[in-house]
């Protein structure tokens, strides 16, 4: 920055101008009293503001609000002679929902105990676009109706085929795939000559149809096929029957294991005495079947036990008891949403479509995927029953792409 010049001056000239400001400083003075702080006058009342009332939080019937979830519905027996099987599904699937760390899914749970179709109508009154369940087949026929309406599907955990369709799929283990399953093996091992014992009932029959139509389509002959109604003479009875028909080197007994094992050895003294025992898939709910030594040797086909023994590991880890061997659906039908939901737009409807994906789904139970008519085809295995314990002589296919 420049700096400004100074021009020295005189002595004399200095002087002279510093008395007049002198002089001009004294005649401009004047006394100046200094004023005190002022009085504080009367307060003026400050205006009051109203406050806003606080409302009370606003309570919405049916369950909360929840836009970042898609509303699946449950609709499992909670109480009644069905509970524990119910209180085991609904454990599972909320063992499903933490295993996969879904923020996409929120399941609500309905007892189906007092009415299925009440149960389905408040499902759906709460906003519910899948429904998972009913356990039974005539919950099933009473909520398919409602849930169409809807245009919501339904998901049950039933293996009654008749029950299918109109929206309604089934997870349930159709004993006539298990039929065919067993069948073709032991037609493999080569056996060409079947027996059939079969109970008498809606069971009983839809087994026998199975049965036929299997032993025909694997190149085989069914040569006797005898009913009984579950008492110990019916079935010595059928058994004397089948004695008189020609030789045959297996004999399907479309029953649980009690019932097959306590026939096994009628079986053994009436001309069966070399015959393959072949069972459905009533044997791998049963958890002791192994241990009946009549049954050694016997051929059964289900579902691989394989993931389900971790599966059952860890739910018994979290809820203290060992869950019911039909529970492993209800976590498969939540692996089966979750997967659907990471494609599934918040606040449309279910895409149903995807439900019939070529390709099928994987879960604890193995492979599965729905037929047209709405019943889910699984890859079974066969086991044998051998000292003790099953063995799997034939593995499940990975896929439907191995079969």
Request: hydrophobic fraction near 40%; charged fraction near 15%.
């Amino acid at each position: 920055m420049a700096e400004a010049s100074i021009t020295p001056q005189r002595a004399g000239t200095l002087f002279r101008i510093a008395a007049l400001a002198a002089a001009m400083l004294v005649a401009g003075c004047q006394t100046i009293v200094p004023r005190g702080p002022a009085e504080p006058g009367p307060a003026r009342p400050q205006p009051v503001r109203p406050r806003p009332e606080q409302q009370p939080p606003r309570v919405e019937p049916g369950i909360p609000q929840d836009l970042e979830r898609h509303r699946v519905a449950l609709l499992v027996p909670m109480t009644g002679p069905n509970a524990g099987v119910g209180q085991s599904l609904a454990d599972a699937t909320q063992l499903a929902l933490l295993d996969t760390k879904s923020e996409r899914v929120r399941i609500t749970t309905y007892d189906t105990a007092g009415g299925a179709a009440a149960a389905a109508q408040h499902a759906l009154a709460d906003g519910n676009q899948l429904i998972l369940g009913p356990l039974l087949a005539d919950d099933v026929r009473a909520v398919t109706p409602i849930a169409r309406a809807a245009s919501v599907p339904v998901v049950s955990f039933s293996n009654d085929a008749s029950a299918a369709g109109n929206g309604a799929y089934l997870m349930g283990y159709a004993p006539a795939q298990s039929i065919d399953r067993v069948v073709g093996y032991a037609r493999s091992q080569g056996v060409s000559n079947f027996a059939g014992l079969v109970p008498g009932g809606v069971y009983g029959q839809r087994a026998s149809t199975a049965f036929l139509r299997s032993v025909e389509s694997a190149g085989g002959q069914v040569v006797t096929l005898q009913t009984y109604d579950r008492s110990s003479a019916s079935i010595g009875g059928a058994i004397a029957k089948m004695a008189k028909d020609s030789p045959y080197q297996a004999v399907l007994i479309a029953d649980g294991g009690a019932t097959a094992a306590a026939a096994v050895p009628l079986l053994r003294k009436n001309g069966g005495a070399g015959a393959h025992v072949l069972g459905t898939e009533l044997w791998n709910s049963e958890t002791s079947i192994a241990s009946k030594p009549s049954l050694n040797g016997a051929w059964f086909a289900s579902v691989s036990n394989g993931l389900y023994r971790q599966y059952a590991t860890k739910y018994r880890a979290r809820f203290g008891t060992a869950p019911y061997r039909l529970s492993s659906l209800g976590y498969d039908a939540v692996l089966l949403t979750v997967r659907i939901a990471r494609d599934w737009p918040m606040g449309t409807r279910f895409p149903e479509d995807r439900l019939h994906d070529a390709g099928g789904f994987a879960g604890i139970d193995g492979a599965f995927r729905f037929g047209r008519d709405g019943v889910a085809e699984r890859a079974l295995e066969v086991q044998e029953i051998r000292g003790g314990t099953t063995v799997t002589v034939s593995p499940a296919p990975s896929g439907f792409g191995d079969r």
